[in-house]
């Protein structure tokens, strides 16, 4: 079974960059659709950012211009690189993959959640 395993997250100062990474365990995959959702405590889970395989970015208007979401189809990864954070963008950010596993079923997937705490 295909599993999505995230890393990047922790702890920064505000002004200051983390790169999130979301990488398959296992077999080859194909992806149609990568994503990056958070949710903070208190909060709904909200989505920050998507990509196509095509190449298609949509961002949520808080992040625009401070994150980037970008696919490795060679490493069956995505990304989300973050600059500039602010206090707010403290949550739990999941990673999300519409796609299959060769021969298999398209399906969506979810990362287990990584934390991105950002305070002095």
């Known amino acids: 079974q295909v599993q999505f395993v995230e890393s990047g997250g922790g702890l920064v100062q505000p002004g200051g960059s983390l790169t999130l990474s979301c990488a398959a365990s296992g077999s080859i995959f194909t992806i149609y659709r990568v994503g990056w959702f958070r949710q903070a405590p208190g909060k709904q889970r909200e989505v920050v950012a998507d990509?196509?395989?095509?190449?298609?970015?949509n961002y949520a208007d808080s992040v625009k211009g401070r994150f980037t979401i970008f696919i490795d189809n060679a490493k069956n990864a995505h990304y989300l690189q973050m600059k500039n954070l602010k206090p707010e963008d403290t949550a739990v950010y999941y990673c999300?993959?519409?796609?299959?596993?060769?021969?298999?079923?398209?399906?969506?997937?979810w990362g287990q959640g990584t934390q991105v705490t950002v305070s002095s």
């Open positions: 990509c196509t395989n095509n190449g298609k970015t």
């Open positions: 999300y993959v519409k796609g299959h596993p060769v021969g298999g079923r398209v399906s969506d997937y």
